[in-house]
């Protein structure tokens, strides 16, 4: 089932990459390197290197959390 206007995701993914071998999170910034996945450790990489962007990252979550349905739907 495909989901049309799906790939609008500016989202905290955009800023990192997963290494699946290695169990651990890379900032596409800087390079540091977090163990893991956690959406929440990450958040927290941001806050206190790159807080120009947590605070995109941070509205992007606020908007999705206050809509009743999923955000590509209210994006237009
Ligand atoms: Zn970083």
């Not at 596409?28 to 893991?36: L, V």
């Not at 806050?47 to 590509?72: A, G, K, M």
């Amino acid at each position: 089932m495909s989901t049309p206007g799906r790939k609008r995701r500016e989202d905290i993914w955009e800023n990192f990459i997963f290494d699946v071998k290695d169990n651990k999170t890379q900032c596409k910034k800087c390079s540091a390197r977090i163990t893991g996945k956690n959406t929440t450790n990450l958040k927290r990489h941001l806050q206190s290197n790159h807080p120009e962007i947590h605070t995109q990252v941070s509205i992007f979550h606020n908007i999705q959390l206050t809509r009743p349905y999923p955000f590509y739907y209210t994006a237009y």
